[in-house]
């Protein structure tokens, strides 16, 4: 790839990259926020204008003070210390606001972005199909779609203050440059000499000397600093895999510790963190590498000034006071123009940060479209059906996994109130899958369904807020929607007397109570809320047969009481029991268009128990 090429590709990346950042950026400026949010931008824009402003008057004010001082002028000198007093005093209210409208603006953003992102990643199930998309590989380009925590909370933190803090950096040095550098060209004069025979003068020789400078500076800090993008991006992927890694050993600590996997679970942790140690030190390395030089190239800028119009002040052409001014004015054009200089290292954390932000704002804007497509298709949702409104029914409805295989298909099922259903199958054979699907959060299902009004799902794993246990057993409505006798009731029933006494008590109940506990108190708070439909997932594989007979006795009571019907997935036989019809998945031949079907047959369970 020759030069040209090389160029018009590195300006379509930085065209790109731009978009992407307008993208993320704008929607804050233009949302309900966007009047308070352009305001302190714009005040923020106004205190930067009026800081270089006061960097102006201070170079002037060199001038005449070190003159002062040279000619031995002491009314001056004093006039000129007391002039510096009110530029000093209104440098440093200039100072103090724009750093606290900056935070202000930097925290306010983040928080509007934080909601922002929060209502996308929890509505329609987005949090729940981007997991899907982690675990079957159907992630974006950049990766799956890892740790949504350390994007939600981390990544929105650092692309907000950032973005503020590079583009006033930015706005700044644009600004002193434009403010200093007519300066430096009626203080720096011409630069005359020889050559050939023939004499050539060049006009604002220390502008020219300035700019040569730091382009130089600039290109070299690119090539040195370039590697610091790929690397920061990295780092923030391996220390969120090593903080979720011990999350994951913090929930899990009880099966881990009868398991006894400390070793293994060391090695792991051992592993990642290692991960993260590695990258770390190839940053640091080139961290290093970049140090060195703009360090050497902002030591060099200190006496850079002096020495280009050191021959001018001692052949007597200027004073000291001028000599002070251009070496100030040379120091403010010198810093605007290293501005990439000396905030490359910045630019590559800021840069990694968004790109992980598109990134996830790919993956989310894919699920939102999806879901979308979903609807207009008619894939599997909560559609009006012929038959009543208290029938489940589903016609033609077939389920994928997401590697892409067909797991059923054309599958028609109907149950009315008061038919309890059992459903059986081999273990991984989709009976988990086809009441996600019911549940309308399985992604890869199309047909047509109608769920009952008023169902609840009883997953094999239930989750528990942290917090009070009557916030756990009321979820996910407020607690106070009920009195504590009803929620006492609730837990006796469910066989957890020894709780209704703690329903203020505040845990984590997911890792205090047993798996047995914890299937119990998922029973409780159906209990609690009647629901008229009730779909159990193994929610009595944890108890012995007496309490799951026990359990199984009130959730029929239940459903009869409020005209519904119970739907079960269980192995084991006794609960068959306790259903009048059972829904089998078989497994069909190779080549079937489906690897399993439902088979219908009605089972005289209820006549045997009665």
């Known amino acids: 790839m020759n030069l040209l090429s090389r160029i018009a590709q590195k300006l379509r990346d930085f065209k790109h990259f731009s978009r992407r950042v307008w993208t993320l950026s704008a929607p804050y400026f233009r949302s309900e926020d966007k009047w308070k949010a352009r305001g302190l931008l714009a005040a923020i824009v106004l205190l930067n204008l009026g800081a ?30 007391a002039r510096f007093t009110y530029l000093a005093f209104a440098f440093i209210i200039i100072a103090v606001y724009r750093f606290y409208l900056t935070q202000l603006l930097e925290v306010r953003w983040r928080a509007w972005m934080t909601a922002h992102y929060l209502e996308r990643w929890l509505a329609d199930h987005a949090f729940y199909k981007l997991e899907l998309a982690r675990f079957t590989g159907n992630g974006d380009a950049n990766g799956t779609p890892d740790n949504p925590d350390q994007r939600i909370q981390e990544d929105i933190n650092l692309f907000t203050t950032y973005s503020i803090s590079l583009s006033m950096g930015l706005l700044n040095a644009v ?21 050939n025979g023939a004499s050539y003068s060049i006009p604002g020789f220390m502008v020219w000397m300035a700019v040569l400078y730091c382009v130089a500076g600039s290109v070299i ?26 999350v994951r050993v913090r929930e899990y600590s009880e099966s881990i510790a009868l398991d006894k996997g400390e070793a293994v679970e060391r090695a792991q942790l051992d592993t990642r963190f ?9 940053l640091i390395k080139k961290q290093k590498n970049l140090v060195w030089f703009t360090n050497f190239f902002g030591q060099a800028a200190v006496v850079f000034p002096f020495i280009v119009a050191a021959p001018r002040f001692f052949s007597g052409a200027i004073q000291l006071g001028e000599l002070i001014q251009i070496s100030s004015a040379f120091g403010r054009v010198q810093d605007s123009l290293s501005w990439l200089v000396d905030n490359y290292s910045s630019l590559a954390a800021w840069r990694a940060t968004t790109d992980r932000l598109t990134s996830f704002e790919d993956n989310i804007s894919a699920v939102a479209q999806q879901g979308r497509a979903q609807a207009a298709s008619n894939l599997i949702a909560n559609d009006a059906h012929p038959l009543a409104a208290d029938t489940l029914a589903v016609s033609d409805l077939s389920l994928k996994l997401p590697t892409g295989a ?56 239930p989750y528990f807020p942290d917090g009070s246990l009557r916030n756990a057993l009321a979820y996910p409505q407020p607690a ?41 108190l998922a029973i409780a708070r ?84 009665a």
Do not use: C
């Open 52 to 81: 270089v402003y006061m960097l102006v008057l201070l170079n002037e004010w060199n001038r005449v003070f070190y003159d002062a001082l040279q000619n031995k002028d002491a009314a001056v000198f004093w006039t000129q210390l």
């Open 480 to 520: 106070a929607q009920y009195d504590d006798a009803a929620l006492k009731r609730a837990l006796t029933d469910a066989l957890l007397p020894q709780l209704a006494s703690r329903l203020d008590d505040e845990d984590a109940w997911s890792q205090k109570l047993s798996g047995g506990e914890q299937q119990r």
């Open 221 to 246: 800090t690119h090539y040195i600093g370039r590697p610091q993008i790929r690397l920061n991006f990295q780092q923030q992927q391996v220390e969120a895999d090593f903080r979720h890694h011990m």
């Open 526 to 609: 159906v209990l609690l809320k009647k629901p008229r439909w009730i779909f159990a997932d193994e929610a009595t594989s944890a108890l012995d047969e007496a309490a799951e007979r026990n359990i199984y006795d009130k959730l029929l009571a239940s459903v009869k009481t409020a005209k519904g019907s119970l739907v079960s997935i269980a192995h084991r036989p006794t609960v068959a029991a306790f259903h009048g019809t059972l829904w089998e998945l078989e497994k069909l031949p190779e080549g079937a268009p489906a690897l399993y079907r439902v088979r219908e047959t009605p089972h005289d369970g209820l006549a045997q128990k």
């Open 175 to 195: 600004v002193t440059l434009v403010s200093f550098v007519g300066i430096l060209w009626s203080l720096s004069g011409a630069f005359a000499f020889n050559f």
């Open 274 to 282: 290692a991960a993260v140690l590695t990258n770390y030190l190839k």
């Open 406 to 461: 067909t797991l059923l298909s054309g599958v028609s099922l109907q149950a009315g109130p008061g038919q309890s259903v059992l459903l059986k199958g081999p273990s991984g054979s989709g009976k988990s899958t086809l009441f996600r699907a019911l549940a309308g959060i399985w992604p890869f299902a199309t047909g047509r369904a109608q769920l009952p009004p008023d169902a609840m799902f009883i997953p094999q794993r």
